[in-house]
């Protein structure tokens, strides 16, 4: 035992006079800057997607609805509550949020005796913390609990796409597919959004898993022209998609089109189980073979319905085969969903026009019900001077003369009057036409809108700009100039508004500021009309129509006239999507009409 | 060897002989045994577990080791979760070393799927290790100090271990389950001015463990009860699985940081500690040596790591994330040695099996079994915390 | 690594070798030849140490996957020694005799997993759960969350929605 042994202990006295170390107000003691405390969450740029919740393992939260927060598209109307008897504070909630509302305050002390206070929804019920900049957010940089940034789409170049019509868009690979769906979060937020209520999380989960067969099933239950869809879907899912409000958006449409391309036509009965239906011995017309009467045609047929399209033109398709250009939607896919369609026993009878081959009433007569959807095909006029020269087209003439294989006027300055898809799909159609002609492109697209109105998709109109064509939007067209009966140009006053305060169509133009488009051919693409003459003055007697001439019908798309159900761009749209519910829809209402009626 | 080795009761004719396999019969009928408990609430330092004591006068004769006061199945849960949502809970299963946790169970997840962590993230990973490790031996100093009746220490102790946590606040957003080392990479880089905060702790408890030198380690009561006493021999440490300080404290240089270098070890100069006698004051002094290296390691890695880099490695969508099939054993030095993190997966979103091997599992029981035969009572506790155990990793 | 399981090779027989990593491997060998092996690789091989024994629960084969984790200090490599075993009436023959702490593992695998070491000491004491009546709670088919919901209760007025079927409930209900 040494003496340095006994002494040494008693340095320890020193500490006597040592200012004490204890915080002697630990409740106004502060959380650090990254503290994670009691939660915040912005309710404004929440859109309740519950991502939060499905990522708690402690089941801490619960989605519930909030009062005056509503619900629509993009925006469940609900909002995360937290349970903080369950909270474990790891804040991967925060992490995971596809918005960023979520956020945690650096507050860590409260106490009540009532437990039932420690649950609340952040945002909505008021709390001290609710303003506290500190506490913990999201780490940055370089810190995604999923993939942020959509995976690029492989594409033709514009130089080896801008003279032929091949398809420009290559699709997915199996890899590139896997991993665009692996940044799904699975919220379903979409599936409110598309007209046809697919079930997209269910079919990005089966391209994840690659299990085709699945996504193929889960596709043809709402949707029966997946590889049209896959291509041209006007994808309002995209916009509301909840990884898009901090990344790019899923690539639904692309990852639809994915599984559709992986199955063969000889596959799809035995995949979706659709030999042998049973006929029930009804008989349905349908008038015009576009999305919504194919799509009436296929859920009737597999419904045992003896199902009979009437088509005026010589293929099927109607838009899809006549208004999109084959560079976006190939021929050869158009044939493959609607070879499946007559697979199923369903009947076509091309160059047959209701109303003038075959009448509406002789149909009501021989079939138990009737289907229309017979879309909007009148080219409107601008109705401005010079609009009747035989140098100005419609785009629909025109577009439905390329598919026809006829051989059009191209011009070599051309203008286009519209900014809508149908412009779009005209000017880079003229463009492939000149280049092929005269080895160049000339062709002005413009629009009334400006361009963060134009109501194109954005991707159409970067793609024409690629292509060369010219894309000038906002201008209104006032005459078009004409000397020695040849078309000169286009005279355009900017226009500074379209819509008015309350939203309707009323142009407003500034006069002063004027521009002149050089042009020997000009196509006007500002919307299509309907035609119905099809419809005799009796039957119409039955229906109803509102105060712009529109067809009323009911939820189920049934018409004033009870035999004859109406869908498709007449009334819903105009595009494919709304099409293909319509037709769904009004196939679900004839079989309950006339199981009612029978 | 010892210069003095601790000595048991020289009369042994008051005690049973031994049989032939070298154990006591114990026949409890004969009342001249008492049962005695130790624990379960909290007997030392070590967290909720029980000694069943069997002792003969103030001798302990047999002893069991009772768990099972704080088993939450974390292995079970685990199955039952994805993995991201094990994250959370992985920290849970040892209440002072939770980054020991979340670095196995990240690294062996990230071994399977093939993610390689980003450099910057590997630093912050070495260094909230070395911080926990400080914080764990600083909790520990004060549990084996008070063990042997001496309380001041775990004053001083707890508040330097305070200081730390304060550290952990500011760097990961917790104090205690810091949840910082996500799978992939971790979750922020250093606030502005740690460093600076990190070195006035560092040198705070530099100057206490000065202090704490004198006190305790040159303390006559703290030798006169430690030296000599709970003798680990060299050859037990295979035989038993021993690992880190109970192993270098009999000179078995055996330390995860050298043998299986991971992060950013290999880049930081340090020498294993080792010791030679093996009993209670030389396992302290090592912890000491261990706790000071702690300081200095992170001061190197301080100098060492860059100002700036990715904290994360781009990986799968964390709510369907698939490992792939395979299994795995990913391992790291703890403070009580080879911690570890056995993970099987099947390629589904949820892990097939976790294994978590903790040192506590062959220290506190079988060894401690065996260690603690002839112990006086009073020297149980102080034993018992000598062999740094924590419950929570033997039962999980 | 690869002359150790050359060498194992010569004397028994081991199926589907994995290099994990460059200083880990697993091999599966028979129930019957494992202790043998086992006893070889620490006697002869010096995987003196024992890292970790558990059991893995493979319910769809009807199989228990048993995992002897060896270490071998000096040259600083692991090998898992993977024993497969039916699940009907477990049984596994006892490694105690080899290191020490392998009578608590035993005694863990036989609560938590039900498989039985006979002549393990102790193997058939409670270990971590007393008075446990259930099947061995670590198996595949013990429903943790079903046991949860039947020992306690939830707490009262908890709620919660999927946003996709909220949605559809407010704004397309007939569709």
């Known amino acids: 035992m040494k003496l340095k042994d006994i002494l040494s202990p008693f340095t320890a006295w020193k500490h006597v006079v040592r200012e004490p170390v204890t915080i002697k107000d630990p409740f106004s003691r502060e959380g650090a800057d990254r503290y994670r405390g009691f939660h915040k969450n912005d309710i404004e740029t929440c859109i309740g997607c519950g991502t939060c919740e499905d990522i708690c393992q402690n089941a801490a939260i619960d989605m519930v609805p909030v009062e005056g927060i509503e619900t629509k598209d993009g925006d469940s109307g609900l909002r995360p509550q937290i349970d903080y008897g369950r909270c474990c504070w790891c804040a991967l909630c925060v992490d995971v949020c596809t918005t960023n509302s979520l956020s945690l305050s650096n507050h860590f002390t409260w106490v009540d005796e009532d437990a039932d206070v420690f649950r609340f929804i952040p945002g909505v019920d008021k709390k001290d913390w609710d303003n506290e900049e500190r506490g913990w957010k999201k780490p940055e940089p370089n810190y995604e609990l999923y993939e942020k940034e959509r995976v690029p789409m492989r594409e033709l170049h514009p130089e080896e796409r801008d003279k032929s019509f091949i398809e420009m868009v290559k699709g997915y690979s199996k890899e590139e597919a896997e991993r665009e769906a692996d940044r799904c979060v699975e919220c379903g937020i979409c599936i409110a959004t598309c007209p046809a209520h697919m079930g997209i999380p269910e079919y990005i989960k089966a391209v994840r898993e690659d299990n085709i067969e699945e996504g193929f099933k889960k596709l043809y239950e709402t949707n029966p022209l997946p590889e049209i869809c896959g291509r041209i879907c006007t994808h309002k899912c995209e916009t509301v998609c909840s990884v898009g409000h901090t990344g790019d958006p899923l690539s639904i449409r692309w990852l639809k089109r994915y599984i559709a391309d992986q199955v063969e036509s000889e596959d799809y009965k035995n995949i979706l189980g659709t030999d042998g239906i049973e006929n029930n011995g009804k008989k349905i017309a349908i008038i015009g073979s576009g999305p919504s009467g194919l799509s009436a045609a296929h859920y009737l047929a597999l419904m045992g319905y003896q199902v009979k399209i009437f088509e005026a033109f010589d293929k099927a398709g109607g838009m899809m085969r006549y208004g999109i250009p084959e560079y976006r939607l190939p021929y050869d896919q158009i044939d493959k969903d609607i070879n499946y369609i007559l697979s199923l026993g369903v009947e076509i009878q091309y160059n047959t026009k209701v109303g003038k081959d075959v009448s509406l009433a002789d149909l009501e007569k021989e079939y138990d019900a009737v289907f229309a959807g017979t879309g909007l095909h009148l080219g409107r006029s601008t109705r401005i001077p010079g609009s009747d020269h035989e140098n100005v087209y419609f785009a629909t003439d025109l577009l439905r003369e390329i598919t026809q294989g006829k051989e059009i006027h191209v011009a070599e300055k051309i203008v286009v009057i519209g900014g809508g898809n149908v412009a779009m799909d005209i000017t880079r159609s003229l463009a492939r036409l000149q280049n092929q002609k005269y080895g160049k492109v000339d062709v002005t697209a413009t629009s009334l809108e400006s361009e963060d109105i134009m109501p194109a998709d954005r991707e159409e109109i970067v793609e024409s700009r690629e292509e060369k064509a010219i894309v000038d939007p906002g201008w209104g067209p006032t005459s078009i100039e004409i000397e020695n009966n040849k078309i000169k140009g286009l005279h355009v006053q900017k226009c500074t508004s379209v819509f008015d305060e309350e939203g309707r169509f009323n142009p407003k133009f500034d006069e002063s500021q004027t521009k002149f488009f050089e042009a020997d051919m000009i196509v006007e693409s500002i919307g299509q009309g309907m035609d119905i003459e099809y419809i005799s003055k009796d039957i119409r007697e039955q229906m109803e129509f509102d105060p712009r001439g529109r067809i009323i019908v009911d939820d189920y798309f049934q018409s004033g006239a009870k035999w004859l159900f109406v869908g498709g761009d007449i009334i819903q749209g105009p595009d494919v999507i709304h099409g293909i519910a319509n037709g769904h829809r009004a196939a679900i209402g004839i079989d309950k009409y006339l199981n009612e009626k029978a | ?396 | 690594m690869k002359d150790i399981i050359d060498r194992i090779k010569t004397k028994y027989t081991i199926s589907e070798v994995v290099e994990q990593r460059k200083n880990l491997s697993f091999v599966t060998v028979s129930k019957e030849q494992a202790i043998s092996i086992i006893t070889f690789l620490r006697d002869i091989e010096g995987f003196k140490h024992l890292v970790l024994l558990t059991a893995a629960d493979w319910i769809e084969n009807d199989k228990f996957q048993l995992t002897y984790l060896l270490n071998n200090p000096t040259e600083k490599i692991d090998l898992g020694v993977r024993v497969f075993i039916s699940r009907e009436n477990a049984s596994m023959e006892s490694a105690h005799h080899l290191w020490e702490q392998v009578a608590t593992y035993q005694r863990e695998l036989k609560e938590m997993f039900g498989i039985d070491f006979p002549d393990s000491p102790g193997v058939d004491k409670p270990f971590i759960l007393e008075g446990w009546e259930d099947i061995p709670p670590y198996r595949r088919d013990f429903d943790t969350k079903q046991y949860s919901e039947d020992t306690y209760f939830p707490r009262p007025g908890r709620e919660s929605n999927d946003p996709a079927e909220y949605m559809k409930k407010k704004l397309y209900p007939n569709e």
Not at chain 2, 123 to 143: A, D, F, K, N, P
Not at chain 2, 167 to 195: A, N, S
Not at chain 2, 218 to 230: E, I, P, T
Request: charged share 25%; aromatic share 10%; glycine share 8%.
């Open chain 2, 1 to 396: 060897m010892n210069k003095k080795r601790f000595t048991i009761n020289e009369d042994r004719s008051l005690f049973p002989e031994k049989n032939a396999e070298g154990k006591i019969d114990i026949d409890l009928s004969s009342h001249k045994y008492l049962k005695l408990w130790q624990g379960p609430q909290h007997p030392g330092i070590t967290g909720n577990m029980s000694l069943e004591l069997t002792v003969l006068g103030d001798e302990v004769m047999d002893c069991e080791t009772h768990v099972g006061y704080l088993h939450r199945g974390f292995e079970k849960l685990m199955e039952r979760r994805k993995y991201i949502q094990c994250f959370p809970i992985v920290c849970r299963v040892a209440v002072p070393e939770p980054d020991f946790n979340e670095y196995c169970f990240a690294s062996a997840m990230e071994e399977l799927a093939g993610i390689e962590v980003p450099e910057m993230a590997q630093w912050l990973r070495t260094l909230v290790l070395e911080m926990s490790r400080l914080q764990s031996y600083l909790m520990w100093i004060g549990g084996q100090s008070g063990a042997f009746g001496s309380g001041i220490i775990g004053q001083w102790s707890i508040y330097l271990r305070d200081l730390v946590l304060d550290r952990f606040e500011e760097l990961t957003g917790g104090r205690v389950y810091h949840m910082y080392q996500l799978p992939g990479g971790v979750r922020g880089l250093l606030p502005d001015g740690f460093k600076q905060r990190m070195e006035e702790t560092l040198l705070t408890i530099e100057k206490f463990m000065d202090d704490i030198d004198k006190v305790m380690f040159n303390n006559a009561v703290f030798k006169k009860r430690s030296v000599g006493m709970g003798y680990i021999d060299p050859s037990w440490v295979n035989k038993f699985g021993i690992t880190g300080p109970n192993a270098r404290a009999a000179g078995i240089p055996l330390d995860v940081r050298k043998d299986y270098p991971y992060l950013k070890y290999p880049e930081l100069d340090f020498d294993v500690v080792v010791g030679k006698d093996s009993d209670i004051y030389t396992r302290a002094d090592i912890r000491r040596k261990d706790l000071l290296l702690s300081v200095d390691l992170i001061r190197q890695i301080f100098a060492k790591m860059p100002e700036k880099g990715d904290i994360k490695a781009k990986t799968p969508n964390v709510l369907h994330w698939k490992v792939p099939k395979g299994e795995t054993y990913s391992r790291a030095e703890c403070t009580r040695g080879e911690y570890g993190y056995y993970m099987v997966s099947d390629g589904t979103e949820y892990p097939r099996r976790i294994n978590v091997r903790g040192p506590s599992y062959t220290h506190a029981v079988a060894l401690l079994e065996k260690m603690i035969i002839n112990t006086n009572i009073a020297d149980v506790a102080g034993l018992m915390v000598s062999l740094h155990t924590y419950p929570p990793e033997i039962e999980r």
